[in-house]
């Protein structure tokens, strides 16, 4: 039984196209986040949603859009996609607040690709 | 000064080795401290939460060191399966509460 789930798994697209990836976790978390894994493998935060409001906004390029339709999805729209865009795409969730004590579990990762 | 700093190695020991991973942080409000493990093309996952008094799970014995802001992961027994990415987790405090991820130490054990 997945927890926390995302789709696609891999995702390769040309440069200047618009995607988006899902992300849905059945474990009645508060919190929901898309963290950035790029290839020197550096794991960093971009947005956080804490029941569908937006708590966290990271310098990321406005390119990136959260949408949070309830607390069990977050979904991430990116426009325009660029080389850099390149990277692992990871969703995860906790039970409460950012930087609390809670464990985040993370969905399996987007590995997306711009060619 | 970075945030969360760890060693990437990587650290190659043999099986049955005993192996430390440091982690030092630079924010001293910091309250929560963890080590995630992230296997290779795989999602983190939470190996164990940091306390203060120190804790030990099996062969995986964590420490804080609040005076010098370093925290600590020791290996016994190492084993092939322990192979992994070690991510060091420390939390923002104040206002902009979130989690600060430290690069990783890549550990390989050996046959």
């Known amino acids: 039984d997945t927890a926390v789930s995302q789709t696609p798994k891999y995702l390769v697209t040309q440069m200047g196209n618009d995607k988006s990836i899902k992300c849905e976790q059945n474990?009645?978390?508060?919190?929901m986040y898309w963290y950035k894994q790029d290839s020197k493998k550096f794991l960093k935060i971009m947005f956080s949603?804490?029941?569908?409001?937006?708590?966290i906004n990271e310098t990321v390029p406005n390119r990136f859009s959260p949408k949070s339709p309830d607390k069990a999805h977050l979904n991430l729209h990116i426009n325009s996609l660029e080389l850099g865009d390149s990277a692992v795409y990871f969703c995860?969730?906790?039970?409460?607040?950012?930087?609390?004590?809670?464990?985040?579990?993370f969905g399996p990762g987007t590995r997306l690709t711009v060619l | 000064r970075k945030e969360v700093e760890q060693d990437p190695g990587p650290f190659n020991v043999p099986e049955g080795a005993t192996v430390a991973f440091n982690c030092t942080y630079s924010n001293s409000a910091s309250q929560s401290f963890f080590w995630y493990r992230q296997d290779c093309r795989k999602e983190p996952k939470l190996l164990m939460s940091v306390y203060s008094s120190g804790n030990e799970d099996g062969r995986f014995t964590a420490q804080l060191n609040r005076a010098s802001q370093y925290i600590s992961l020791l290996i016994r027994d190492s084993k092939l399966s322990d192979s992994a990415t070690y991510l060091c987790v420390v939390n923002k405090a104040g206002n902009n509460r979130k989690l600060i991820w430290g690069l990783g130490t890549s550990l390989a054990v050996n046959p």
């Open positions: 949603y804490n029941n569908k409001e937006l708590i």
């Open positions: 474990l009645g978390h508060d919190t």
């Open positions: 995860a969730s906790s039970l409460a607040y950012p930087g609390s004590t809670d464990t985040q579990y």
